[in-house]
């Protein structure tokens, strides 16, 4: 699952799945946190990239409204200094906006590992 609130980060995190991750499949995405923390619910992926800067509710709070549910979780941010150590077991992962196609399959294979698929 994706959750980012500007069209083009879920673009850009669909084309690298489709492109570089087969056997990794897209169940949904999200453009808000309240949003997010609903279909999350409904759609319980084992993996979800969540964006760290939105509106209204930030990564950071649907991540702590997540912390119980059983996934992995990679965050993205479009600022290298916004990268924060996270106490939280599900967090597998950062990746920094623009996407390297390098970094992002070396910790989506790490996150896929964590979840066996």
């Known amino acids: ?27 949904g995405t999200a453009t808000n946190g309240n949003e997010a ?13 969540l964006d760290l800067d939105m509106p209204y509710m930030n990564g950071i709070e649907v991540l702590q409204r997540l ?13 290298e200094q916004k990268k924060i150590n996270l106490a939280s077991d599900c967090v597998c992962g950062w990746l920094t906006k623009p996407i390297d196609p ?3 399959l070396t910790v989506v294979n790490g996150a896929r590992k964590k979840i066996g698929v």
């Open 37 to 49: 923390l609903q279909s999350v619910s409904t759609l319980k992926p084992d993996l979800i990239f």
């Open 102 to 104: 390098e970094e992002f």
């Open 1 to 27: 699952m994706i959750i980012d609130d500007e069209p083009i980060g879920i673009e850009v995190i669909k084309t690298l799945i489709q492109e570089l991750t087969p056997g990794l499949s897209i169940v």
């Open 67 to 79: 912390s119980n549910q059983s996934m992995q979780i990679i965050m993205t941010t479009g600022f």
